[in-house]
Each structure stands twice: as C-alpha cells, then as structure tokens.
T-cell receptor
Framework: AQKVTQAQTEISVVEKEDVTLDCVYE???????LFWYKQPPSGELVFLIR??????QNEISGRYSWNFQKSTSSFNFTITASQVVDSAVYFC??????????FGKGTSLLVTP | DTAVSQTPKYLVTQMGNDKSIKCEQN?????MYWYKQDSKKFLKIMFS???????INETVPNRFSPKSPDKAHLNLHINSLELGDSAVYFC???????????????FGPGTRLTVL
C-alpha cells in the first residue's frame, strides 16, 4: 500500500519569509514517482514538479526548491521569500503504477502581506 | 486552447437524479482519469483509462460509470445521486501513464457537484 503524509494542515507566514512544506511517503515499490501540485483559491490543480525514485538530486526553480531524501522517505518543498500569490493548498502525491496519483491531504499555505 | 476541459463547471441537482460530467482532452494523450475532491480537499483517484480500457477502478460505487467513447473523452455518469456525492470532480490526462518521460498529468478545471 502507498501512503503520503503531509503533517502540516495549515501554515501561515508573512510575506518574504521562507517556508518548507513537508511530505513523507510510504511505498514498497522500488520504482515510484513523486509529485507536487498547487491548488490556488481558484481551484485548478497546477503541476509543480515530478521526481522519480532513482533521481535524488535536489531541484531549484526560481523561488521553489525540492529536497528528495530516500533515506527518510521525504520529498519536502521550500518556497523562498514567499509572496501573497503563493497562498494555496499544496499537494504531494505518489504513484508506482504510473496510472493513478495517491495524494496527501494537502497543506494550506497562507501568505500575508 | 484548453488542454483538458470539463462540462459543466457547476452542477446542482436533487438527490436521486442521474447526471453526467463530460471530459475532453486535446493533448493526444492515451490515459485519462477521474478524481474526486471532497469538502476537506482530499483528492482520491476514482478511475483510470488507458486507450479506452479501464485500468483502475478504486472501490467506487457502481452508481458511478465512466464511459470512454474514444481516447480524447472520458465521461462520468452518476446514477441515483446521493448527498455524499457532493464534491469537486477532476478529470485528468497523461501520455502513457505517469511513468513515461512525459512526466505530467494535466488536470481539468473541475466540476463542482452539489446534491441537494
């Protein structure tokens, strides 16, 4: 069975602060894929990143960075210098079959001015 | 140039009715999905179709019946609607499943279903 845990239900930060969203996963599969999605208040799901289990390189994309550590089964997401537009629900997800995403319960991030 | 579209965007109906949600993708993908997002924002896979063939059916009541007339469409028909069916339903598509190098699952805008 696969499981994704996002222990932080809600996070509130002030603009320009850095914030890290935690994601811990469980799977018995040796090949799997991890994802992060953003759901802004408008409701659509926006793809942020995909990582396969063989690629533990960290990734940086502008103010966003991801830290993948197989040893701790974690795939954490950091937003540097947060902005109000970052306010959204962020989902971590996992698939091994390649045909369906197992989502965590999401972390609601509120960035205030 | 909408990649994955769903109609309707909002659907309000009475308990016991039958309704359909349509999904179309113009990305040339061969795999399509339906997800349900409940009131607590929890997203859960319902169905997955690859080349019009059912791949995943996740313990969804048989009142829910997906129909894939072709690779570009995956419609969701719901019979005898219940209060608990109220949710946002997302359609999605990807190429060759998520394990391919195409890497991304594209989601539609969602359909908010309210059962009264």
């Amino acid at each position: 069975a696969q499981k994704v845990t996002q222990a932080q239900t809600e996070i509130s930060v002030v603009e320009k602060e850095d914030v890290t969203l935690d994601c811990v996963y469980e799977t018995r599969d040796t090949t799997y894929y991890l994802f992060w999605y953003k759901q802004p208040p408008s409701g659509e799901l926006v793809f942020l990143i995909r990582r396969n289990s063989f690629d533990e390189q960290n990734e940086i994309s502008g103010r966003y960075s991801w830290n993948f550590q197989k040893s701790t089964s974690s795939f954490n997401f950091t937003i540097t210098a947060s902005q109000v537009v970052d306010s959204a629900v962020y989902f971590c997800a996992l698939t091994a079959s390649g045909y369906a995403l197992n989502f965590g319960k999401g972390t609601s991030l509120l960035v205030t001015p | 140039d909408t990649a994955v579209s769903q109609t309707p965007k909002y659907l309000v109906t009475q308990m016991g009715n039958d309704k359909s949600i349509k999904c179309e993708q113009n990305l040339g993908h061969d795999t399509m999905y339906w997800y349900k997002q409940d009131s607590k924002k929890f997203l859960k896979i319902m169905f997955s179709y690859n080349n019009k063939e059912l791949i995943i059916n996740e313990t969804v009541p048989n009142r829910f019946s997906p129909k894939s007339p072709d690779k570009a469409h995956l419609n969701l028909h719901i019979n005898s609607l219940e209060l608990g069916d109220s949710a946002v339903y997302f359609c999605a598509s990807s190429q060759e499943g998520l394990a391919s190098s195409y890497n991304e699952q594209f989601f539609g805008p969602g359909t908010r279903l309210t059962v009264l």
